[in-house]
């Protein structure tokens, strides 16, 4: 159990160094120009460039949730084993249990949950990005609309 | 916006985001025991929740007091205790010339290692009370797998 967040850290370190350096080998792919021999290349991408670098940005996403989720489901998961079968002096291995039952029973619902808490962060940084601000140009729903979005957005904050 | 209502917002923002947590942990905990899927655990959690909103709140709030207070002291100490070891032993007070940087590094490393572990800790308290409710729960309010001690504390 001592081991766990470690390993959790190891395998985020590892995700996120990867989406670093896939990223970058995916940007690299597009056509690289020096418009006015400019020092600093200009990099143009198509659609399915585009598309690529936001499908592997969401796998490494979901993927650094999907470890914190499992490291979260094996601690839940062991408590929940030392509670009913540890303290009526049943010998048990809970970890290792858990990791069974992570495996061969959860593993999905796990994928679904750091699916969800995935989107949820997502929101979350979008809500801090974007704002919503209405013109004099605007009529009354449109601004209530906004403003709607606004307050919306706004409890997503960090 | 004001002052005060901004204050609210934050408030209001902080109790969502500590209420998804913790359905999302009673949600781990109950696809562990019910070997269930995401959503019909999610309910259960939330059931058990809504039916010991007081009990959840108080073990909650002990459980946030003691992660804040364990990683402050423990980013403290860590941090005190490299500051004085850069200012006393000779070896690192002939090489170093201010003690800041390294008792800042210490300290952010202090810092992180003492949130990870320490959050496990909260998980681990949230996991027993969903283990004790659910317990309670299937027994029609007897609890028959807690040990005695926890049984007397939750039970106060």
């Known amino acids: 159990m001592v081991f766990l967040p470690i390993t959790q850290v190891f395998f985020i370190i590892a995700t996120i160094t990867a989406l670093i350096f896939g990223a970058g080998y995916l940007y690299s792919e597009g056509a690289i120009t020096f418009p006015g021999n400019a020092a600093f290349p200009s990099i143009s991408l198509n659609g399915g460039q585009i598309a690529m670098i936001v499908v592997f940005f969401a796998a490494c996403l979901w993927m650094i949730f999907f470890f914190h989720g499992c490291n979260h489901y094996l601690l839940c998961s062991a408590v929940a084993i030392w509670y009913f079968n540890g303290t009526n002096g049943y010998e048990t291995a809970p970890c290792g249990e858990s990791l069974h039952r992570l495996v061969r029973f959860n593993l999905g619902s796990v994928a679904i949950t750091s699916l969800i808490n995935g989107v949820f962060f997502i929101i979350k940084i979008i809500a801090n990005i974007l704002s919503f601000d209405n013109t004099d140009n605007d009529n009354g729903l449109v601004e209530c609309c906004l403003k709607c979005l606004n307050a919306l957005f706004c409890i997503f904050k960090v | ?156």
């Open chain 2, 1 to 156: 916006m004001s002052q005060r209502s901004l204050l609210h917002l934050q408030s209001v923002r902080f109790i969502l985001f500590r209420c998804l947590r913790f359905l999302s942990d009673g949600a781990y905990v109950q696809m562990a025991i019910t070997g269930q899927g995401y959503c019909s655990s999610t309910g259960r959690a939330f059931d058990l929740i809504t039916d010991n909103a007081v009990r959840v709140g108080i073990t909650d709030g002990i459980s946030i007091f003691f992660t804040i207070i364990g990683i402050l002291a423990v980013t403290a100490a860590v941090s005190v205790a490299s500051y004085f070891s850069v200012l006393k032993i000779t070896y690192y007070e002939q090489r170093l010339s201010s003690p800041f940087s390294v008792t800042f590094v210490s300290g952010l490393i202090a810092f992180v290692v003492a949130s990870v572990y320490l959050s496990m800790i909260d998980i681990s308290a949230t996991s027993v009370l969903q283990c004790f409710l659910t317990d309670r729960e299937r027994g029609r309010g007897k609890v028959c797998f807690a040990s005695e001690r926890l049984r007397t504390v939750m039970l106060e």
